[in-house]
């Protein structure tokens, strides 16, 4: 005997509770935390406790000053990008860190959450995706430009929308 379409079940599976899927949902959310933000967060908090203790986060504070002073940030907000190449997990928590440290304000955070978003993981998608890919080289630089490019519009109309909000 056949059963009318819409109650068979697929592949003699028995049909998973609500409870089951909210578990295993909640179980693979756990791993990609443990297995994948945490350690970007480490490396974002190691990324500038090094650069402190060193006193490159100056450094660069006075170099990158002008160029960061366009979209309303201090220098020292570059290291957020630096993090941010390796992982847009890592940026967020290096924001985060120099927000807590009162380096940053929660406007120039917001600010900054936009490169880690847009160009995040630069290095490694760039790796994964367009070497492994095997991309033809004529295109590999607009490729690794377009997000870099698409962050600095991102930062400059965030910077203008808080500006107009008044929230700068």
């Known amino acids: 005997m056949s059963q009318p379409a819409g109650n068979t079940v697929e592949n003699n599976k028995p049909k998973k509770s609500t409870v089951e899927i909210f578990m295993n949902g909640a179980k693979k959310g756990f791993y990609i935390g443990v297995e994948q933000i945490l350690p970007a967060m480490i490396m974002g908090y ?68 936009i490169p880690c978003m847009l160009m995040g993981t630069l290095v490694g998608h760039y790796a994964r995706i367009v070497l492994v890919a095997n991309t033809s080289a004529k295109y590999r630089g607009i490729m690794l430009l377009v997000p870099i490019f698409d962050s600095i519009v991102g930062m400059l109309l965030m910077r203008l929308f808080l500006t107009v909000t008044g929230n700068v």
């Open 46 to 113: 190691m990324i500038v406790t090094f650069l402190q203790l060193t006193g490159l986060v100056d450094l660069f504070g006075k170099v990158f000053g002008p160029v960061m002073g366009l979209f309303g940030l201090p220098g020292e907000s570059v290291v957020v990008l630096i993090s941010a190449f390796f992982a847009k997990a890592a940026g967020a928590a290096t924001a985060a860190n120099l927000f807590a440290q009162g380096m940053i304000t929660a406007s120039q955070a917001t600010i900054l959450i």
